[in-house]
């Protein structure tokens, strides 16, 4: 199948893709002034406000508005801690949002490209048979747009309980390394504020990074050399 036709036959999917890069970062700008301009009014929130706020979290990030890094940042300056339970339900319920949108929009077109691609159907049972690796290593990586990988892994249709326990183990050290970042800050001008030294958790982020990175790469070589070896068994007379 022509790359063309491969991305005119997935273009929604493609264009939702696309919406959960440009959203989050778009939008948290918004919400970084607001908070700043707010900030007492949050220091003052009861339990019952922060159920509600994490619940309108819940959706903000299933739809790609907010990034959760942003999220755990303010919950580490906020509550510190005792985010952690809150974050965890709430990124557990934005994840299966997230993944059954995008499968409904994307997981069909994808199979009808696979049955015409033979090298694309390579990839996405190689992504299959490491799936619940592909799945933590994605989650782990403090980089990798969560309403982006959200949308990946519903289009390829991964399996959703997988889905649920390795990116939920995945998205833990990546929510704590951030919430500790977000207690270090003295004031929320300086938790939006970029290059501030911090310490361990800089070191964590580096080490987070290159886990994900490393394994992810290790994973794709080994589906490139399926796909050259299925290149080369066609072309074998």
């Not at 948290?28 to 406000?49: D, G, K, M, R, V």
């Not at 997988?162 to 050290?173: N, Q, S, V």
Request: include cysteine; charge should be positive.
């Amino acid at each position: 199948m022509q790359l063309k036709a491969l991305f005119v036959q997935n273009k929604n999917a493609l264009l939702y893709l696309l919406t959960t890069l440009v959203l989050p970062l778009s939008v948290s700008s918004y919400w970084s002034i607001y908070i700043i301009q707010h900030e007492q009014a949050f220091h003052l929130f009861t339990p019952q406000e922060w159920a509600l706020a994490f619940l309108i979290t819940t959706f903000t990030m299933a739809l790609a508005l907010t990034p959760t890094t942003f999220i755990a940042l303010i919950s580490g300056y906020f509550l510190g801690l005792a985010s952690i339970p809150w974050l965890v339900m709430s990124y557990l319920c934005a994840s299966i949002i997230g993944y059954s949108l995008a499968k409904y929009i994307g997981s069909k077109p994808l199979k009808t490209s696979i049955e015409h691609s033979p090298n694309l159907a390579t990839v996405v049972n190689g992504i299959k048979e490491y799936e619940y690796t592909v799945i933590f290593l994605t989650r782990i990586s403090p980089i990798l747009p969560f309403a982006l990988i959200n949308g990946v892994l519903g289009i390829l249709h991964c399996d959703l309980k997988k889905f649920i326990l390795a990116g939920t183990l995945g998205m833990l050290p990546r929510t704590i390394l951030f919430i500790f970042v977000g207690q270090e800050v003295s004031n929320v001008i300086e938790l939006f504020k970029s290059g501030k030294p911090m310490s361990i958790t800089q070191y964590s982020f580096y080490a987070l990074l290159l886990i994900s990175v490393v394994g992810i790469l290790w994973i794709f070589g080994k589906i490139a050399k399926k796909i050259q070896a299925n290149i080369t068994q066609n072309i074998t007379p």
